[in-house]
């Protein structure tokens, strides 16, 4: 029903910003949590941030709590992730994906998560 598009990767050097859009298509009669998750090569897909539908509650992992903002703008269908600080760690394919519901006080994982983007690729140079 839904279809999620990942824009905004890219080569940056460390200590840059990137900023990823993920637009969402298709007819939906209520909003629902978003959520952004890595995967970098030989290794398993890692949280990275969620969003409640009314962006009022974010979620994110100590690896990015102070560096990774995510929000979203659901008049556009759009959800953001402002990568700051970026480090050489941080390289891999970066989706975006949407859920049927969160657990509250609960740090997601991919089963929560039921839509997924086809990934952009983030590289970050030392």
């Known amino acids: 029903q839904v279809q999620l598009v990942e824009s905004g990767g890219g080569l940056v050097q460390a200590g840059g910003s990137l900023r990823l859009s993920c637009a969402a298509s298709g007819r939906t009669f209520s909003s629902y949590p978003m959520g952004w998750f890595r995967q970098a090569p030989g290794k398993e897909r890692e949280f990275v941030a969620a969003?409640?539908?009314?962006?009022?509650?974010?979620y994110y992992p100590d690896s990015v709590k102070g560096r990774f903002t995510i929000s979203r703008d659901n008049a556009k269908n759009t959800v953001y992730l402002q990568m700051n600080s970026l480090k050489p760690e941080d390289t891999a394919v970066y989706y975006c994906?949407?859920?049927?519901?969160?657990?509250?006080?609960?740090?997601?994982?991919?089963?929560?998560?039921?839509?997924w983007g086809q990934g952009t690729q983030v590289t970050v140079s030392s």
């Open positions: 994906a949407r859920s049927p519901g969160l657990r509250v006080g609960v740090q997601p994982g991919p089963a929560d998560f039921t839509s």
């Open positions: 969003i409640s539908w009314s962006g009022g509650s974010t």
